[in-house]
């Protein structure tokens, strides 16, 4: 796992190092969900957050690395929205609050860390509330472009089901899970990258 000193200086530049656009699933997944609260774990430069503040969702967007989140903040600013920036790790913080929709994309930490941070995110739903999981998966390291080559930090979605579901919510429900393909822009054109991707939410 790499630490926030690792990401303060991958963030230390002036452009953004996943541009400012949301991810490019994020906005099928969210569609047709109630707008309400949100929850973005491990934000990074904080574009997810920001995207779904500017479609009206209370958005809240968490990180360990400080740098990212005075990027996110400079972000938002500069499209005219409000984030609430909480300065944290994600695979040890805990909160009683409860929110309508959190998201986790491509956090890369091994198994252990993992499955406390999805175990919570689940965990911090409303009733009624959806989780969504991104990362690399495993499969990326043989048949798909970049991402992290250390397969302890990837991703398949049977572990990210048993992830969530190890928060012991009884009334969390699978929606879907499995692999989806990534455009990725290179300077030698256009590639694929395997991500995995699981929704689910809590009952009502």
């Given at each position: 796992?790499?630490?926030?000193?690792?990401?303060?200086?991958?963030?230390?530049?002036?452009?953004?190092?996943?541009?400012?656009?949301?991810?490019?699933?994020?906005?099928?997944?969210?569609?047709?969900?109630?707008?309400?609260?949100?929850?973005?774990?491990?934000?990074?430069?904080?574009?997810?957050?920001?995207?779904?503040?500017?479609?009206?969702?209370?958005?809240?967007?968490?990180?360990?690395?400080?740098?990212?989140?005075?990027?996110?903040?400079?972000?938002?600013?500069?499209?005219?929205?409000?984030?609430?920036?909480?300065?944290?790790?994600?695979?040890?913080?805990?909160?009683?609050?409860?929110?309508?929709?959190?998201?986790?994309?491509?956090?890369?930490?091994?198994?252990?860390?993992?499955?406390?941070?999805?175990?919570?995110?689940?965990?911090?739903l409303a009733p009624g509330g959806?989780?969504?999981?991104?990362?690399?998966?495993?499969?990326?390291?043989?048949?798909?472009?970049?991402?992290?080559?250390?397969?302890?930090?990837?991703?398949?979605?049977?572990?990210?089901?048993?992830?969530?579901?190890?928060?012991?919510?009884p009334d969390l429900v699978i929606?879907?899970?499995?692999?989806?393909?990534?455009?990725v822009e290179t300077a030698d054109?256009?590639?694929?990258?395997?991500?995995?991707?699981?929704?689910?939410?809590?009952?009502?």
């Open positions: 796992m790499s630490g926030s000193g690792h990401w303060d200086e991958r963030y230390s530049a002036e452009e953004y190092v996943w541009k400012t656009d949301p991810n490019q699933f994020l906005a099928s997944e969210v569609e047709g969900l109630a707008i309400g609260r949100s929850l973005d774990l491990a934000t990074g430069e904080g574009r997810n957050a920001v995207w779904l503040a500017t479609q009206g969702w209370q958005s809240t967007g968490l990180d360990f690395s400080a740098v990212g989140l005075a990027k996110g903040a400079k972000l938002a600013e500069s499209v005219g929205v409000t984030v609430e920036w909480i300065h944290a790790d994600a695979t040890v913080w805990t909160t009683a609050d409860k929110f309508d929709l959190c998201v986790v994309f491509y956090l890369q930490v091994p198994q252990a860390q993992r499955t406390a941070a999805f175990a919570a995110a689940a965990q911090c959806t989780v969504l999981v991104v990362g690399h998966d495993r499969a990326n390291l043989r048949d798909g472009y970049g991402g992290p080559q250390d397969a302890n930090v990837l991703y398949s979605a049977d572990e990210v089901q048993q992830d969530l579901l190890a928060s012991e919510l929606d879907h899970a499995g692999q989806k393909l990534r455009s054109g256009g590639a694929v990258a395997i991500d995995c991707l699981v929704r689910a939410h809590r009952a009502a």
